[in-house]
């Protein structure tokens, strides 16, 4: 994305933020190509045979973003933060629907790799991820933030740098901690 392109996605984005409708209107053709990035990557991690659509999850996230009443956009990267963790929540919703649906035991192992997932997931282990996050959470958020941007974002590491105000190595560094932790927890090791 160009400079000039970023600027104007920031300045659309305080409009939206104090209550100006039409700059929705006029931000969404600027971000719909990275939201359709970021849902392909969330998508491509999904299940064979997974119903639900890339298009469907932007749109998803459009609505969960517009009807949000926190618009306190404060650039770019804070809004695709922001719709990373949307996105994170509409899948991890629909995985635990479809989960609740086939209950059963299940003997999967999780993979987070450097480069996010290096396998298919399914939904159970998307469920699995979530409640460990949730627990990282509460012991660390930045790092919980770190993982959240980077696996269900496909953020880089210096993009997360940006979205946190923080330096590239310490997200580095906070990356490879938390993925050791949640690994321990997922797979009840340690």
């Known amino acids: 994305m160009q400079?000039?392109?970023?600027?104007?996605?920031?300045?659309?984005?305080?409009?939206?933020g104090n209550g100006d409708?039409?700059?929705?209107?006029?931000?969404?053709?600027?971000?719909?190509?990275?939201?359709?990035?970021?849902?392909?990557?969330?998508?491509?991690?999904?299940?064979?045979?997974?119903?639900?659509?890339?298009?469907?999850?932007?749109?998803e996230t459009y609505l969960k973003l517009a009807k949000q009443d926190e618009r306190n956009w404060q650039n770019r990267a804070h809004f695709f933060g922001?719709?990373?963790?949307?996105?994170?929540?509409?899948?991890?919703?629909?995985a635990r629907s479809k989960h609740s649906q086939?209950?059963?035991g299940w003997q999967e192992r999780v993979t987070l790799a450097d480069d996010a997932v290096s396998t298919r997931s399914n939904s159970k282990e998307i469920v699995a991820l979530d409640?460990?996050?949730?627990?990282?959470?509460?012991?660390?958020v930045r790092r919980s933030r770190v993982v959240e941007l980077k696996f269900f974002g496909g953020l880089t590491m210096e993009?997360?740098?940006?979205?946190?105000?923080?330096?590239?190595?310490?997200?580095?560094?906070?990356?490879?901690?938390?993925?050791?932790?949640?690994?321990?927890?997922?797979?009840?090791?340690g």
């Open 21 to 59: 409708e039409l700059a929705l209107e006029q931000l969404m053709p600027l971000v719909y190509d990275e939201l359709r990035q970021m849902a392909k990557r969330y998508m491509s991690r999904q299940p064979a045979g997974h119903t639900f659509q890339t298009t469907e999850l932007i749109h």
């Open 159 to 189: 993009e997360i740098a940006e979205v946190l105000n923080i330096s590239s190595d310490t997200v580095k560094r906070d990356w490879r901690f938390a993925r050791t932790w949640l690994l321990r927890e997922v797979l009840g090791t």
């Open 131 to 140: 409640d460990a996050l949730k627990n990282l959470e509460q012991i660390d």
């Open 102 to 104: 086939k209950r059963g």
């Open 82 to 94: 922001v719709a990373a963790k949307a996105m994170r929540h509409i899948l991890v919703d629909y």
């Open 3 to 16: 400079s000039g392109d970023s600027h104007e996605i920031s300045l659309l984005l305080v409009d939206w």
